[in-house]
Nanobody
Framework: QVQLVESGGGLVQPGGSLRLSCAGS????????VGWYRQAPGKQRELVAA???????NYADSVKGRFTISRDNAKNTVYLQMNSLKLEDTAVYYC?????????WGQGTQVTVAS
């Protein structure tokens, strides 16, 4: 089983950028697909981006063209580059399995977009 830890959140102005990191442990990290999720206050958690072990990616319509998911297997890390951030991107962001969950949700990393 892979262990994942999120980091990189913060406060950013509308139109700004942030890069989130999802650090994995275990020798076989490269065989795992990873998804980035977010949960805004009062809303359900949603999958915003996912990457397979082979590097194929998928995005929610709300972030397509603004967010980019990538992975560096040498560093056991999956990234979420977020550009052109909007107020509605404010949420707690989590990484986990893209379909079958690898772990409990934990605290995630807070992203706040505010002017």
């Amino acid at each position: 089983q892979v262990q994942l830890v999120e980091s990189g959140g913060g406060l950013v102005q509308p139109g700004g950028s942030l890069r989130l990191s999802c650090a994995g442990s275990g020798r076989n990290f490269k065989i795992y697909g990873v998804g980035w999720y977010r949960q805004a206050p009062g809303k359900q958690r949603e999958l915003v981006a996912a990457i397979t072990s082979g590097g194929s990616t998928n995005y929610a319509d709300s972030v397509k063209g603004r967010f980019t998911i990538s992975r560096d297997n040498a560093k056991n890390t999956v990234y979420l580059q977020m550009n052109s951030l909007k107020l509605e991107d404010t949420a707690v962001y989590y990484c986990n399995g893209p379909s079958v969950l690898y772990k409990d949700w934990g605290q995630g990393t807070q992203v706040t977009v505010a002017s």
